[in-house]
């Protein structure tokens, strides 16, 4: 089956530091989401990628979808403490309604 | 804004025991999710849902069944507890056109003894 891995599992960064995350899956994805959970939160949905190459940014957050689209990478500029919690990605295949397999993600901790 | 509530936010369970889990939401989506999350293995999808009454396995649907009878409810059921299913379980939804754009419920931490 699908498998999408993260790494890494953990990271910390003092407050100012860029942070990256990255996700490789073990077949080819249609689409890729990332979320983010805070400490004792739920997982919110950041942004889906969707073409091969893509990359979108929000604010900090820059998102990219690999050229074979079987990984995909978050990057953070600067980080700050409101930065902190664990940051999943999500993929899957194609055609009809495709069960979506989660990262292991990636725990993010920002050391002020 | 989704609402996604879910019945309980801590459980404790005893092993054998059966237990529901519910999650309700207030959107009108008509696809709903059960996943467990466990530390370093990131979120497993144990069922899923496309409409009324039907239902999907996911990849670790053992042990658990589903029940959806109405649109905005959708329930996870552990036939006879184990201490292995002790996790926090999160319940999902999305509409039809934005599918893999989730909105998440609080989660519910069961504990079985």
């Known amino acids: 089956g699908q498998q999408v891995m993260q790494i890494p599992q953990y990271q910390h960064v003092q407050e100012g530091e860029d942070f990256t995350t990255y996700c490789n899956s073990s077949t080819t994805l249609s689409n890729i989401q990332w979320y983010k959970q805070r400490p004792g939160g739920h997982p919110v949905f950041l942004i889906q990628?969707?073409?091969?190459?893509e990359v979108k940014k929000q604010k900090r957050l820059t998102f990219q979808f690999g050229e074979a689209k079987k990984n995909s990478s978050l990057h953070i500029t600067a980080t700050q403490t409101t930065d902190v919690g664990t940051y999943f990605c999500?993929?899957?295949?194609?055609?009809?309604?495709?069960?979506?397999?989660f990262g292991t993600g990636t725990k993010l901790q920002v050391i002020p | 804004d989704v609402k996604v509530t879910q019945s309980s936010r801590y459980l404790v369970k005893r092993t054998g025991e059966k237990v529901f889990l519910e999650c309700v939401q207030d959107?009108?989506?008509?696809?709903m999710f059960w996943y467990r999350q466990d530390p370093g293995l990131g979120l497993r999808l144990i069922y899923f849902s496309y409409d009324v009454k039907m239902k999907e396995k996911g990849d670790i649907p053992e042990g658990y069944s589903v029940s959806r009878e109405k649109k905005e409810r959708f329930s996870l059921i552990l036939e006879s507890a184990s201490t292995n299913q002790t996790s926090m379980y999160l319940c999902?939804?999305?509409?039809?056109?934005?599918?893999?754009?989730?909105?998440f419920g609080p989660g519910t931490r069961l504990t079985v003894t």
């Open positions: 959107m009108d989506h008509e696809n």
């Open positions: 999902a939804t999305t509409d039809g056109i934005n599918y893999y754009e989730q909105y």
């Open positions: 999500a993929g899957s295949g194609s055609g009809g309604y495709q069960k979506v397999t």
């Open positions: 990628l969707v073409k091969s190459g």
